[in-house]
């Protein structure tokens, strides 16, 4: 069985979505996936108003999810390959979200823009909607990702939604036959690092170590299932702000996708505002694999 049999591709009509969509055929090729191309008509109230229908203006924003899904199926086309296309009406994320539940998809595909900061990438996006809401996994494509898949990257601390994480990566190293990155760190901020007062360097020596303990028992458990399977790896443990360390180590070794875990809980509490893997999605400068607990 496919690690995705069926994948959901948002499509809004701007160029980073139609480049996600490109990412998630080619993506889909390789798994043997069916791809579902979803555009939905954002009817506000003023649009849904009886002079507004009396002008047309529904029949014109259908009009253009219309154009989007021709344009998709274009793209399609040129890939060689065939996807399914679906229109809806009502907010966007919500109905995303209820489309992929609905054709049964594993994953939900989205773009980013090329904006800089966690701010004007996510915060109050849909993509930021669909990372807080969904239930199945969400994949975040930048607008200048173009598919490539070598080197993956699984950031881990341990925790069951990493751990969880770490195990699809490791499937998709295996059918993609590509080599898996482990990296841990260990929370540290810089003033701390720069600290010269000795009982401060003391006590952070004898944190970091235990935290490095911790940290290396929790990757030998992926780096046993990555032996067995026969996959190559690396792994490193590193010291320093989280998400800071993992674009950072993304950008130096060639990271083509990063692959995290987001915390189980419930509601929009299944992606905690600040989370270091949100603070990752909107500053990664490679496609961001989100797996849901």
């Known amino acids: 069985m496919s690690l995705y049999q069926k994948i959901l591709v948002a499509l809004d009509g701007s160029e980073e979505s139609f480049n996600a969509l490109r990412y998630a055929i080619n993506f889909a090729k390789m798994l043997k996936a069916e791809v579902f191309a979803l555009t939905v008509v954002q009817l506000k109230g003023e649009v849904s108003s009886a002079l507004s229908l009396f002008l047309g203006m529904e029949d014109l924003f259908k009009k253009g999810a219309e154009s989007i899904l021709k344009k998709a199926e274009a793209i399609?086309?040129?890939l060689g390959a065939d996807i399914s296309t679906l229109v809806r009406k009502g907010d966007p994320a919500t109905e995303i979200i209820d489309?992929?539940?609905?054709?049964?998809?594993?994953?939900?595909?989205?773009?980013k823009t090329g904006k800089t900061g966690l701010a004007k990438a996510l915060l109050g996006s849909t993509s930021y909607k669909l990372l807080a809401g969904s239930s199945v996994d969400v994949l975040i494509v930048p607008k200048t990702a173009s598919f490539r898949l070598e080197n993956l990257l699984v950031p881990t601390d341990g925790s069951g939604p990493a751990q969880k994480a770490g195990y699809k990566a490791i499937k998709l190293a295996k059918v993609f036959s590509v080599k898996l990155n482990l990296l841990s760190v260990v929370e540290v901020e810089p003033i701390v690092l720069e600290s010269e007062v000795s009982h401060l360097i003391e006590t952070l020596e004898r944190f970091i170590d235990s935290q490095r303990k911790a940290l290396a028992s929790a990757q030998e458990a992926?780096?046993?299932?990555?032996?067995?399977?026969g996959i190559s790896f690396f792994s490193s443990i590193e010291n320093g702000v989280p998400h800071e360390i993992i674009v950072d180590f993304?950008?130096?070794?060639?990271i083509d996708l990063i692959v995290m875990g987001s915390s189980g809980k419930s509601g929009i509490k299944r992606f905690l505002l600040g989370s270091?893997?949100?603070?990752?999605?909107?500053?990664?400068?490679?496609?961001?694999?989100?797996?849901?607990?």
């Open 222 to 229: 992926l780096i046993k299932r990555c032996e067995l399977e």
């Open 250 to 254: 993304s950008a130096k070794r060639g």
């Open 276 to 293: 270091v893997t949100e603070k990752v999605v909107g500053l990664s400068e490679v496609p961001v694999l989100v797996v849901k607990s």
């Open 76 to 78: 399609a086309s040129e």
């Open 99 to 111: 489309c992929a539940l609905t054709e049964g998809c594993e994953l939900i595909v989205s773009g």
